[in-house]
């Protein structure tokens, strides 16, 4: 089959790849196999293609990249019994072991035998087909495009922080960072019930973006102003009832604080690169909660939700759109991270 192959660091093929290995194209009795339409490209899989390696995952082997897929159900096992051939779905990318305690307890995303895709080992589904579990697989509303259900991967770490956010209606958040997760964590904190969100970044195109998606967010170039002085004056001195940390980057990591009103939440939702350095006086002060997620669990359904009612809109956060024979380039684009892009798409052929 035709897939998009991380070589090594830098070097990326799209090839014939027939090193699928049986155990992923085998299909079981809950399985389900998928013709895939769209795939998003995600910041993990453009990190794995510039650095060859997240934390302790390492690209030592040729390893095909892409984890936000939607597609069609093409053939099922023979115990499937809530998918159908001809449906259309999207996945969610992470199997854990069903047997682990993680599991067992419900928190199978922090899984530690959890099987990713496009996380070292494991393929990803930049390529024609996937077999995947029908109990990680969920069929799309009549209303939900594919790529509109492509996007449900990312909008399912912001939902999982506005949960454990714990937002109740009325709040006021802040989202430092207005890249894709940044932006489905404010629409995700609206969603849940926050009157406000302020969106802080330094690009002033995403910070166009995130203003055009609700009268109820505001945008802060944070190269020009500091987003704690905003919030403080908006909120009367007394700050953000949550924060949500979506840059990645220890130096806006470092102050997350600073806006936060005292009893207040922060949700560490970008993973950071270096240690950062942690305010220990200013969260004990604010007796504030803090939260950390790691991707999500039991929210894709959700997601669908919103996504087929509306109460989430995704569609302005897709902002191009590449086919599979162009999708060397499409790495290459989202590689130099243009400001006026959120997400990229990958159609399938």
């Known amino acids: ?44 899989d453009v990190h794995y293609y510039t650095h060859g390696r997240i934390g302790p995952f390492v690209v030592n082997d040729p390893m095909i990249l892409g984890h936000e897929a939607s597609g069609t159900v093409i053939e099922t096992g023979p115990d499937v019994t809530t998918l159908k051939v001809g449906d259309r779905v999207c996945m969610e990318p992470g199997i854990p072991d069903p047997n682990s305690r993680a599991t067992q307890l419900g ?30 697989t969920f069929k799309l509303p009549e209303n939900v495009s594919f790529a509109e259900a492509a996007m449900v991967e990312p909008l399912a770490v912001g939902v999982h922080a506005a949960t454990k956010a714990r937002v109740k209606p009325g709040d006021v958040a802040v989202v430092l960072g207005a890249g894709p997760i940044g932006l489905v964590t404010a629409l995700s904190a609206l969603a849940a019930g926050c009157a406000h969100v302020f969106v802080a970044d330094l690009a002033e195109k995403k910070l166009e973006i995130a203003a055009d998606l609700s ?13 704690a002085e905003v919030v403080l004056k908006a909120t009367d001195g007394w700050g953000a009832d949550i924060v949500f940390e979506a840059t990645g980057s220890p130096k806006a990591a ?12 922060v949700v560490m939702i970008g993973g950071q690169s270096e240690p950062i350095a942690y305010d220990c006086g200013a969260a004990m002060v604010r007796e504030a909660r803090v939260e950390n997620i790691f991707r999500y669990a039991h929210v894709f359904p959700r997601c669908l939700g919103m996504l087929s009612s509306a109460a989430i809109d995704v569609k302005p956060l897709i902002t191009r759109t590449f086919d599979f024979d162009d999708s060397v380039r499409a790495f290459d684009i989202a590689a130099s991270a243009p400001p006026s892009d959120v997400k990229m798409q990958i159609r399938m052929p």
């Open 1 to 44: 089959m035709k897939a998009l192959v991380l070589e090594k660091r830098a070097e990326l093929s799209l090839r014939e790849f027939p090193d699928i290995s049986r155990a992923e194209e085998n299909l079981g009795p809950r399985d389900v196999r998928i013709k895939l339409h769209t795939v998003g490209i995600c910041g993990s």
């Open 107 to 136: 928190l199978y995303n922090i899984d530690p035998a959890v099987r990713f895709w496009a996380t070292p080992p494991v393929h990803g589904i930049l390529r024609p087909t996937c077999v995947h579990p029908e109990s990680f």
């Open 215 to 227: 009268a109820a967010i505001t945008p802060v170039n944070v190269a020009k102003t500091d987003i």
């Open 254 to 265: 470092a102050h997350v604080f600073e806006p936060l009103c005292p009893g207040g939440c």
